[in-house]
């Protein structure tokens, strides 16, 4: 079973930069995949970047592109968000979450371990 705990969410705004954090607790799972779903109120949940754990291997969905970037830390074992440039439509709550797999999820539906959410304010 795999557990996470997103940190880092805040206020900040236009144009300025936030890191947030999902610390991963993976038990016996060895191929999973994390990412990075926001969900803003009254709309649906949005894929934002996934990296696949064992691989390294990283995608980004059209809101991230240019402007944000998934890594993992292997000291920390997290899996951090850099976001640059933020928008007022970056609002959101953003879930760190997790899914068994070789390689990405891309799919929010597909994923089964959720984190909290951390709430991501952008402020004009």
């Known amino acids: 079973q795999v557990q996470l705990e997103e940190s880092g969410g805040g206020l900040v705004q236009v144009g300025g930069s936030l890191r947030l954090s999902c610390a991963v607790s993976?038990?016996?799972?060895?191929?999973?995949?994390v990412g990075w779903i926001r969900q803003a109120p009254g709309k649906e949940r949005e894929f934002v970047a996934a990296v696949a754990w064992s691989t390294r291997t990283n995608v980004y969905g059209e809101p991230a592109k240019g402007r944000f970037t998934i890594s993992r830390d292997d000291a920390k074992n997290t899996v951090d968000l850099q976001m640059n440039n933020l928008k007022l439509e970056d609002s959101a709550v953003y879930y760190c979450?997790?899914?068994?797999?070789?390689?990405?999820?891309?799919?929010?539906?597909?994923?089964?371990?959720w984190g909290q959410g951390t709430q991501v304010t952008v402020s004009s």
């Open positions: 993976r038990g016996h799972v060895s191929s999973f995949a």
């Open positions: 979450a997790a899914q068994e797999s070789f390689g990405t999820v891309t799919e929010p539906s597909d994923y089964i371990y």
